[in-house]
């Protein structure tokens, strides 16, 4: 069995465009940006200021896709920089990608215009069919297909040696970087780019999260203190790839290890009452034997979204007794973005690996506690607002060999 | 002690088969009609189509009763082609199927008649906006979040038959299918489980899904009569016809298969997949992608050109696919293409779109058991630059012992796949 190892990090959020832009959260520098207008009175985390050109250099190609695409294939680009292997052509025709994503963004305006006239429509169905065929633009079709953010990725930095999407919220982010972690360590691929993208302000996907009350609204809070006003989360524009090679692979070609894949567990709950609970015991039972005795990272995909915030966390307590564990919720900072989440999560994690750092707290609560010295090992953890509960262990490259 | 395959990997065999499409539901009623050479494509009732470009399709409205959703109808698809599958393969039991779940499915989307519904919770006359029925239902219509989230088929699915972990949605556009196969073949040969389902679904006819193809001017117009529409590989050939359907494949590891008595239907013998580079809806014009794919699939089964029987074509049926099918085909296979029969079982039952890649795998599995291949049905006229024996109309009896099945979909993703007889 390989040993797969991160060798690229791309990530963008609404803290800053490359994962460089982040180190300002291990001295707690950064604070979280917030638009409380765009989707107003449901706050989001807008994207930093991007300049799309440098890694997307034909309009053409921008004009093909929606926002998420677009930063979904900036963030790859970024990547494949931070691996050294942007442009190499050779490299990318064997590399493998998986992409986590959800649909493109709708023309909110064209349905809005359509639902404000049907009801008073001598025909519903005849104006439903003339309005739409008059109004809908095919461009906007291939944006609003989850695949082409795959799509554009190979057509922009020529990432050929297979393309597949993952679909289905948090857990395609999290199944995402298990699957190609699985390629790689059966020695089915060599390298493989995996990650997501999510665009923050976009009324449709606010409808379908509003809906179930998914979303906070008014002030933002930490992701673990909004229990008392029903939970939510705060979405956030973020685009995380990881370029994942086996062991060999990278160190082949010179390539800079940034941090080690450990086991990685992707279940499925139906949330009946107690479900979550019991999942999480259980994927904490099968990751202990593989963690070491020490500082423990948690880094959590936590979307806010109750009653599976406060189910995760309890979980977290739990483990309190047995390790010493720095709980972070970057949910607090950046937002949550679904598919991208823990691919981005992920993305940090590897961060603080190679820096040989660790995140000073993103809130007061007292949850999250400053550690004295940076882990070696973190956990990455993702439980979906509906549906996925997982984790994945990362470890330093600076230790033994796994 | 595991059966290896070419290349020392586990063996993968194929237990079950299961198959709806617009020609109906079970294998025997589809290969029934696909061997004599019926379409089951025919003019939209579901809707009206008065105003819209296309007004055919192979949908499927014998399902459910009017009113369903995409989701809905992707789920009960999905059902009953697992359903069909599991009970062949004698593990429909338990309702613990023992291994992980891969199913393409089509994105979903919040449907039309649902966002009408929440319009009309606004008051009357004034405009509606996404704000104002965000924040007259919010927290009201869980029932909503659940319809539409992208993982619900997927979910609903792994809650009927119990598979395990977290059951993976996928979508390769139109090579889906095949993907949700190739990862079932991986799980299996990587050693990570003995068993996997894969499901290919597609219940999306709904009006603005039939638009927004329309809009890529990717529909066949020849619509009178709807069941000539569907012309692949043929000269006057114009576009797709979009239909309906779900397949599934039970795979298993071949000892653990035959440790507990299954019958062994057939080998996935290799899988191959390229992405391209090229255009968002076209294929690069030398190729390689489809090329690739293919020679991958070939690689992986350890087999060289000569040593495939028959090909299930992607066909289309638009202009562009065909062809470039067509170039690539001659660029691994050569002058052997003039002999090789390749037959289109889109001609019958239209692009299953999602579902096709599984569609088309269950269907080159039952030509292989019955050693009859489905024909090309609505070929007149010859594509004198597609010399090919297109098995024109008429179903043959043959046997096949390799089948190649091929999909390739829009956004580049390419996918082959090796079918084999039983050792």
């Known amino acids: ?402 | 002690m595991n059966t290896c395959d070419r290349k020392g990997r586990p063996l993968v065999a194929v237990t079950g088969l299961g198959i709806v499409t617009s020609l109906g539901r079970s294998k025997a009623e589809n290969w029934a009609k696909l061997t004599s050479g019926q379409s089951g494509v025919g003019f939209i009732k579901r809707f009206t189509t008065e105003g819209l470009k296309a007004h055919i399709a192979g949908s499927i409205d014998f399902m459910l009763p009017a009113g369903f959703n995409s989701q809905e109808l992707s789920y009960a698809l999905a059902e009953d082609a697992a359903r069909e599958a599991l009970d062949e393969a004698g593990m429909n039991g338990a309702n613990a199927f023992p291994g992980p779940l891969f199913i393409a499915v089509p994105p979903a989307e919040i449907s039309w008649r649902t966002r009408e519904d929440l319009a009309a919770t606004l008051p009357a006359g004034s405009p509606v906006t996404y704000a104002a029925m965000i924040q007259k239902n919010f927290g009201k219509r869980r029932d909503i979040l659940d319809a539409f989230s992208m993982g619900r088929v997927g979910d609903l699915i792994a809650q009927r038959f119990g598979t395990r972990g977290s059951p993976i949605s996928i979508s390769t556009a139109c090579a889906s299918g095949a993907t949700a196969v190739q990862m079932g073949v991986d799980a299996i040969r990587f050693g990570l489980t003995n068993a996997a389902l894969a499901i290919g679904t597609d219940g999306s006819i709904n009006v603005e899904s039939v638009i927004r193809f329309s809009l890529l001017s990717a529909l066949s117009m020849h619509e009178d009569p709807p069941q000539e529409a569907s012309r692949p590989f043929s000269h006057k050939r114009d576009g797709f016809v979009m239909a309906e359907g779900a397949a599934a494949l039970v795979l298993e590891n071949f000892d653990t298969a035959r440790a507990r008595g299954a019958e062994i239907l057939g080998i996935v013998a290799g899988c191959g997949e390229r992405a391209d580079t090229f255009h968002r809806t076209r294929s690069n014009p030398d190729g390689s992608a489809i090329v690739g794919a293919i020679n991958n699939a070939l690689e992986d089964a350890g087999m060289g050109p000569d040593e495939i029987d028959y090909i299930n074509a992607h066909g289309t049926s638009t202009p562009e696919n065909d062809k470039m099918e067509a170039l690539a085909c001659m660029a691994v296979f050569g002058e052997r293409m003039k002999a090789l029969p390749i037959s289109s079982n889109k001609s019958m039952i239209g692009h299953t779109l999602t579902a096709a890649g599984a569609v088309e795998a269950v269907i080159s599995l039952l030509t292989i058991r019955h050693g009859v291949l489905p024909p090309t049905i609505n070929y007149r006229e010859p594509d004198p630059a597609i010399p090919f024996d297109v098995v024109p109309n008429i179903a043959r009896a043959q046997k096949v012992n390799r089948v190649m099945s091929n999909s390739f979909g829009f956004g580049g993703q390419n996918v082959s796949l090796i079918f084999q007889s039983p050792p």
């Open chain 1, 1 to 402: 069995m390989n040993d797969v190892v991160v060798t690229g990090i791309g990530l963008v959020s609404s803290l800053g465009v490359g994962v460089e832009s982040h180190h300002g959260l291990f001295d707690g520098q950064l604070q979280p940006v917030f638009d409380r207008q765009a989707t107003a009175p449901y706050p989001i985390h807008p994207l930093a200021p991007i300049d799309f050109d440098l890694l997307i250099p034909k309009k053409g190609d921008q004009r093909q896709m929606d926002q998420g695409q677009r930063i979904g294939v900036y963030a790859a680009g970024l990547a494949l920089q931070d691996g050294g292997v942007l442009g190499d052509l050779e490299f990318l025709q064997n590399t493998h990608l998986i992409v986590a994503a959800g649909d493109g963004e709708r023309d909110v305006a064209v349905d809005e215009e359509i639902l404000s006239a049907i009801s008073s429509a001598e025909d519903r169905q005849i104006f439903f069919n003339l309005s739409m065929s008059k109004k809908l633009r095919p461009t906007l079709f291939l944006a609003q297909l989850p695949n082409l953010l795959a799509g554009n990725i190979s057509i922009v930095h020529g990432v050929t040696g297979s393309s597949r999407t993952f679909m289905g919220e948090q857990p395609a982010g999290l199944d995402a970087i298990v699957t190609m972690a699985a390629r790689i360590r059966a020695g089915s691929v060599n390298a493989g780019l995996a990650g997501g993208a999510y665009s923050a302000p976009r009324f449709d996907m606010m409808l379908h999260l509003g809906l179930g009350g998914a979303i906070l609204e008014g002030e933002p809070a930490s992701v673990w203190t909004r229990k008392e006003r029903g939970g939510g989360m705060i979405c956030g524009s973020v685009g995380a790839f990881l370029l994942l090679e086996s062991r060999d692979h990278a160190e082949r070609r010179g390539a800079r290890i940034s941090a080690v894949l450990g086991p990685a567990f992707s279940e499925h709950s139906f949330r009946e009452s107690g479900e979550v609970e019991t999942c999480a015991a259980d994927l904490w039972a099968r990751m202990k034997p593989s963690l070491a005795s020490g500082p423990l990272g948690i880094i959590s995909g936590a979307s806010g979204a109750e009653p599976v915030t406060a189910q995760e966390l309890a979980s977290f307590e739990r483990l309190q007794a047995q390790h010493e564990i720095y709980i972070r919720g970057t949910g607090t900072m950046i937002g949550h973005a679904l598919e991208a989440t823990a691919p981005a999560n992920l993305a940090l994690a590897s961060l603080a690996l190679r820096e040989q750092k660790y995140f000073a707290p993103f809130d007061e609560t007292g949850i999250e506690k400053d550690a004295p010295a940076p882990p070696s090992q973190i956990v990455v953890t993702s439980f979906g607002h509906w549906r996925g509960e997982g984790m994945i262990l990362l470890r330093s490259a600076r230790g033994d060999r796994a």
